[in-house]
């Protein structure tokens, strides 16, 4: 089973609807949960972090938690082609060695017109 | 704008070559990283330094060594390498030791390696 698994898509939405990403983790331990987006040829960029069950809103992003259900999630309002990327879920264990965040293989969102 | 620098953002490198990657933040961080990252796949963590000592290694060949001189500045030397280490090569930073902010790690914007 790996760490961190997503459904690598693609996921298409057209412009101005609701994209959902989903993810989910195997190690309990996990204590932050991370979404990235990268745009191909680029480095990752951060968009959103949370670490408590439940819903955090940022602008049009908002990031759901369920520790329970090991289920990570984020929504994207109000799509728009420059959405369009790949968005990578994270989880970080504090282990003896420090602080380890493990990616999962992304989802590729396209945003149709 | 990212605050973690990495040079160069491009280099080509013969098999006998040795080379290094630089990588420099300025946030206060006190973790580095160096991840690697092949076409279509995700980030893989290659090492971690906490307050300046190497605190994970994922089992990365000898031909990439780290180097973390001072709490700012991470450093990959690159010697004998293969074309299948031909990849982008991520620095990242974040706060040590944990704290509410969820740890959150920042990346730079890499360093293209080609091994010919």
């Known amino acids: 089973q790996k760490e961190v698994e997503q459904n690598s898509g693609p996921l298409s939405v057209p412009e101005g609807a609701i994209a959902s990403l989903n993810c989910t983790y195997s190690d309990r331990g996990s204590q932050s949960f991370f979404w990235y987006r990268q745009y191909s040829g680029k480095s990752p960029e951060l968009i959103m972090f949370?670490?408590?069950?439940g819903d955090k809103e940022d602008g049009r992003f908002t990031a759901q938690l369920n520790k329970a259900s090991q289920y990570v999630s984020l929504l994207i309002r109000d799509s728009q082609p420059s959405d369009s990327a790949t968005y990578l879920c994270a989880v970080t264990r504090l282990t003896g060695g420090g602080n380890k965040l493990t990616f999962g293989t992304g989802t590729q969102l396209k945003v149709e017109l | 704008d990212t605050e973690v620098t990495q040079t160069p953002k491009h280099l080509v490198m013969g098999m006998t070559n040795k080379k290094s990657l630089k990588c420099e933040q300025h946030?206060?961080?006190?973790?580095m990283y160096w991840y690697k990252q092949k076409a279509k796949k995700p980030p893989e963590l290659m090492f971690v330094?906490?307050?300046?000592?190497?605190?994970i290694n994922e089992s990365v060949p000898s031909r990439f060594s780290p180097e973390c001189p001072n709490s700012s500045l991470l450093n990959l030397h690159l010697h004998a390498l293969q074309p299948e280490d031909s990849a982008l090569y991520l620095c990242a930073s974040s706060q040590e030791p944990p704290g509410n902010s969820g740890n959150t790690i920042y990346f730079g914007e890499g360093s293209w390696l080609t091994v010919v």
């Open positions: 949370i670490y408590s069950n």
């Open positions: 330094y906490s307050y300046e000592k190497l605190s």
């Open positions: 946030m206060g961080h006190r973790a």
